[in-house]
C-alpha cells in the first residue's frame, strides 16, 4: 500500500492551525477520497465547526442538484417540443389578490370580513343573538 501523507490523514482547521482527528481514508471514489473522522475524540468547539461546515456543505450540495435537476427537466421539456406552463397550465392571476370587505361590524367599523373563509368570531357571536347576516352588509 501507498505511503499517505500527512495532509490525507488530517485535515488542518482553517482558523486556530489545529488539525482535526482522522482516520485513515477507507476508500477512493472516483478520485475523491473519503475519510472518516474520529469524532468521539473531537472538542465540543471541533464539532460545532465540523456542523457548520456540513450544513454549508448540504445547502451547497442541495443547490447544486436542484440546479441538474432543472436543467434536466428543461432538457426534456425541448425535446418534446413542450414548455413548463403547456405542460401544467397557467397560474391563475387572481390567486392571493384581496378581495374587498362585504361585511363589517357595527361596533368596530375596521373588523371586517369578504365573506370568504370562516366566519369571523364577532359576526358569529351577532348571529347567535339572532342577528341577520345581511344587517352587516356594507
Keep these: 500500500m501507498a505511503?499517505?501523507?500527512?495532509?490525507v490523514k488530517r485535515i488542518s482547521k482553517h482558523k486556530e492551525g489545529k488539525s482535526l482527528p482522522l482516520?485513515?481514508?477507507?476508500?477512493?471514489i472516483t478520485g475523491r477520497?473519503?475519510?472518516a473522522l474520529n469524532i468521539d475524540r473531537m472538542s465540543l468547539k471541533e464539532l460545532q465547526e465540523l456542523e457548520a461546515r456540513v450544513k454549508?456543505?448540504?445547502?451547497?450540495?442541495?443547490?447544486?442538484e436542484k440546479g441538474e435537476l432543472k436543467q434536466q427537466v428543461e432538457s426534456m421539456l425541448?425535446?418534446?417540443?413542450?414548455?413548463?406552463?403547456?405542460?401544467?397550465?397557467e397560474r391563475s392571476a387572481a390567486r392571493g389578490?384581496?378581495?374587498?370587505?362585504?361585511?363589517?361590524?357595527?361596533?368596530?367599523?375596521?373588523?371586517t370580513w369578504s365573506g370568504r373563509g370562516r366566519r369571523p368570531l364577532w359576526l358569529v357571536a351577532k348571529l347567535d343573538k339572532g342577528a341577520s347576516q345581511d344587517e352587516f352588509a356594507i
Design 97 to 111: 389578490k384581496t378581495v374587498a370587505a362585504k361585511y363589517v361590524n357595527p361596533d368596530n367599523r375596521s373588523e
Design 78 to 89: 425541448a425535446e418534446a417540443g413542450l414548455s413548463l406552463s403547456e405542460l401544467y397550465g
Design 23 to 28: 482516520k485513515t481514508p477507507t476508500s477512493v
Design 56 to 64: 454549508k456543505a448540504l445547502v451547497v450540495a442541495r443547490d447544486r
Design 3 to 7: 505511503r499517505q501523507s500527512p495532509a
Design 33 to 35: 477520497i473519503e475519510m
